[in-house]
């Protein structure tokens, strides 16, 4: 299994995805629906921000807490 994940992890996103729905659709025993054309994925960013990922409303609720550092995140 370790190989099968090295192999995945080296692949863009789309032919994962793909693959996993083959797999799971020769399971099930059903033809598998028409592919849409795979659009190119833009490189995934190494550490999005707390900001992106929580939304602008969410931040200063992080803030009164105390449990987001803003030195940290820049």
């Given at each position: 299994?370790?190989?099968?994940r ?25 033809a ?21 990922l929580?939304?602008?409303?969410c ?5 009164e ?10």
């Amino acid at each position: 299994m370790t190989g099968m994940r090295m192999k995945m992890e080296k692949q863009p996103i789309w032919k994962v995805l793909k693959y996993i729905d083959e797999v799971l659709v020769s399971s099930r025993g059903e033809a598998p629906p028409p592919a849409p054309s795979p659009a190119p994925s833009p490189a995934p960013s190494p550490a999005p921000s707390v900001s992106a990922l929580t939304g602008p409303c969410c931040v200063s609720e992080y803030e009164e807490s105390g449990l987001l550092e803003t030195d940290e995140v820049r």
